[in-house]
Structures are given as C-alpha cells and as structure tokens.
T-cell receptor, first 114, second 115 residues
Framework: QKEVEQNSGPLSVPEGAIASLNCTYS??????FFWYRQYSGKSPELIMF????GDKEDGRFTAQLNKASQYVSLLIRDSQPSDSATYLC??????????????FGTGTRLQVTL | DAGVIQSPRHEVTEMGQEVTLRCKPI?????LFWYRQTMMRGLELLIY????????DSGMPEDRFSAKMPNASFSTLKIQPSEPRDSAVYFC?????????????FGPGTRLTVL
C-alpha cells in the first residue's frame, strides 16, 4: 500500500464547476497535510496546508481533513482553465512548526474545460 | 529573492558518465531537500539536510548517488556512474524551520536524460 494515494485522473470539470480532489494516507501519526499545484513542465508550488480536522478555506480553495478516516481533500470552486494542472497531496508526520520530510502522492491531473 | 536556483536546467549524458546537479537554496533557509520526479513513481524524496547536515538519506536509491552541502548556500547531488533509469526531473527545495505551513519552495528542476 502506498503511503499517500491519489487518483491519477484526469479529472475533467467544466469551467465554473467545483473540482473535488481526494487523497488518502496510511500513517495515522501524520500531523500536517499539504496541497501543491504543478503546472506541466514547472515545479510544485504550495496552495494550502491544513493541520486540524475540518475545513480550511482560502479564496476559491477549501481543504478538508478527516484524520479518523485518514482522508484529505481539496475543493476548487468556480474552476477556471488556469486551474488545469496536477495537484499533489503531501503528508508530514512531524508536528506543526517542524520542517521535515514530506511524502507526496503521485498527483491528480485536473482539466478544466471551456 | 531569486528563489531556489538549480543548474543545469537540462542535462543529457551517456550511461556511465558522472553527473553533478547543483542547488542554491533561498538565503536564510535552514532545510534543503533533493527530490526526483518520474511519471511512474511521482515525486520522491532522496535526501534532506538541516543546517548543512544530512538528516535522512533513506531515499537515496543506491551507492551511485551522493549528496553534499558544504555550506548554507550550496548543495550538490552526484550520480556516478549514471544509468538510463536515472532519467528524471530532479528538484531541489528549501524551507525555513518554524515558518507557517512549513512551506517548501521548489527550484525549477534539472531534467536529466541518460542515454
């Protein structure tokens, strides 16, 4: 079993719709969770992080965490063609405030169609 | 800030040759990470340093790979001898301990092709 699992996609959503990206992780000791966006041929960039169960909103993005189910998701509202990219879920077993290694999923490719 | 700088951006070499990838982290950052990304395996952590000291090299695939960080502003990843299966994009990232979100800032990557 992979440590961090994501559906590779592609996930295709029409412009203006909500895109829902999902991620499961195997280590119950995981403390912090990250979503990175990677455009084709570019490097990953951080979109959001979440530490506590529940929802965290930042503009059009909402991260959701359920530690009991070992599940983290990213919702993108009012999807735009510029959101088309690969979204990487990453997990850190260290407590918040400690920079340590991240374990990445293989990513979900999102396509926003006109 | 210029961000994380990596060189070269592209490297094409022949099997058996030595390859050296270079990274300059963001000034003031105390963590440096080397990753490898392939279609099959995704983004894998190879090794990371804290204050120039290697902390975890469990991701280094084999003895052909080595990494050094002689000072806070420079790190190298060396492959000797290189093999075709080493072809991948290699990313360097840096972060600051205690920063909100522990954000890792990635460099542009080095695309390595071993023929």
């Amino acid at each position: 079993q992979k440590e961090v699992e994501q559906n590779s996609g592609p996930l295709s959503v029409p412009e203006g719709a909500i895109a829902s990206l999902n991620c499961t992780y195997s280590d119950r000791g995981s403390q912090s969770f990250f979503w990175y966006r990677q455009y084709s041929g570019k490097s990953p960039e951080l979109i959001m992080f979440i530490y506590s169960n529940g929802d965290k909103e930042d503009g059009r993005f909402t991260a959701q965490l359920n530690k009991a189910s070992q599940y983290v998701s990213l919702l993108i509202r009012d999807s735009q063609p510029s959101d088309s990219a690969t979204y990487l879920c990453a997990v850190n077993i260290e407590p918040t405030g400690t920079a340590s290694k991240l374990t990445f999923g293989t990513g979900t490719r999102l396509q926003v169609t006109l | 800030d210029a961000g994380v700088i990596q060189s070269p951006r592209h490297e094409v070499t022949e099997m058996g040759q030595e390859v050296t990838l270079r990274c300059k982290p963001i000034s003031g950052h105390d963590y440096l990470f080397w990753y490898r990304q392939t279609m099959m395996r995704g983004l894998e952590l190879l090794i990371y340093f804290n204050n120039n000291v290697p902390i975890d090299d469990s991701g280094m695939p084999e003895d052909r790979f080595s990494a050094k960080m002689p000072n806070a502003s420079f790190s190298t990843l060396k492959i000797q001898p290189s093999e075709p299966r080493d072809s991948a994009v290699y990313f360097c990232a840096s972060s600051l301990a205690g920063a909100v979100g522990n954000e890792q800032f990635f460099g542009p990557g080095t695309r390595l092709t071993v023929l």
